[in-house]
């Protein structure tokens, strides 16, 4: 069976899109959060999407369903918010490892369906790690600008749970997404190279951070170029950016990475910039004609869809990325 390097090489693949965009549609209430496990639990529970794994499987695994039948070559798992800085929010920090475990499997589960029915588009299982709710950066407290709210080694720690957890769930890749501090970043990828060491396994990961505004920056000041410096010791399947911005946004950074690294690129932008109420309005055929426009200039390995984005979108994407070559690695091409 091909792996995901082999395919790769090949032909550009789809990422899925939202989950979150998805979830919404369902309107689950506390009560479907819950379920019969949770329903007496002390804390306010509705928003935990990662829960859902557990309370809401079957949902769950209907949205990674769609968006194989929409054609994603990889579908990421339900576990952004997946680490006991995140679940702290819930008071379910002991429940992390289960939450990995069970969102990998599931996800897992529906690849290997997808792949049996159609062994020539093998479908790929990408662990979702998220950026938390903490960075290691900055200070949250404008007056105390030398206070951090977490260091380095808990989020290495709480990291590692997660990436133990996906990986025993069956994984194919880690994806570290939506990094707005590369310093969480890096304390993750140290975590990922723990766990390759520590089992004598090696196992793909993809990098994608995000570009917070108009100033082509993260949220933690690096330009698109430091912050490829700052991650390119590791050994990478892919980098790229998501989230923030739209996809017309997004191109003049793309294209800076896309001159600056030998890794393959990525990129799932937003479907479009949110409107007023904070919603996206985008149409997949105005996001196809878009990202055409990366395919066009060879910009891309791996494509997909963040906020806003719907198994529509990923179909309009997909379509138009089979009709283009996946962009050429230049091996003196990097900043290394």
Known sequence: ????????????????????????????????????????YPSSLKGNNDLLSLTQPHAIAEVHAKYFEAGA?????????????????YNMEELVYELNFESAKIA???????TKANPNQPRFVAGSI???NKTASLSPDVNR??????TFDELRIAYKQQ????????????????????????????????VKEERNIDIPVMVSGTITDASGRTLSGQTVEAFLASISHV??????FN???????????????????????????????????????????????????????????????????????????????RNYKPRQIRAEAGIL
Do not use: W
């Open 108 to 114: 897992k589960k529906v690849a290997e369906e997808f």
């Open 163 to 194: 990436v133990e957890a996906l990986i025993d769930g069956g994984v194919d890749v880690l994806l570290v997404e939506t990094i707005f501090d590369t310093l969480n970043a890096k304390a993750c990828l140290f975590a990922i190279e723990e």
């Open 1 to 40: 069976m091909s792996t995901l390097q082999q395919a790769i090489q090949n032909r550009i693949l789809v990422l899925d899109g939202a989950m979150g965009t998805m979830l919404q549609r369902y309107n689950f209430s506390e009560e479907d959060y819950r379920g019969e496990r949770f329903k007496d």
């Open 243 to 321: 989230c923030a911005l739209g996809a017309e946004q997004l191109k003049p950074y793309l294209q800076r990475l896309s001159n600056e690294t030998e890794f393959y690129t990525s990129a799932y932008p937003n479907a479009g910039l949110p409107n007023a109420f904070g919603e996206y309005d985008q149409s997949a055929k105005q996001m196809q004609l878009l990202v055409e426009d990366y395919l066009k200039d060879g910009l891309i390995n791996i494509i997909g869809g963040c906020c806003g984005t719907t198994p529509e979108h990923i179909k309009a994407i997909a379509d138009v990325a």
């Open 235 to 240: 050994p990478l399947l892919s980098v790229g």
């Open 130 to 132: 998220g950026p938390t």
């Open 145 to 150: 600008p030398e206070y951090r709210a977490i």
């Open 73 to 89: 070559d990889i579908v990421e798992t339900n576990t952004f918010s997946g680490t006991t800085i995140g679940m702290a929010d």
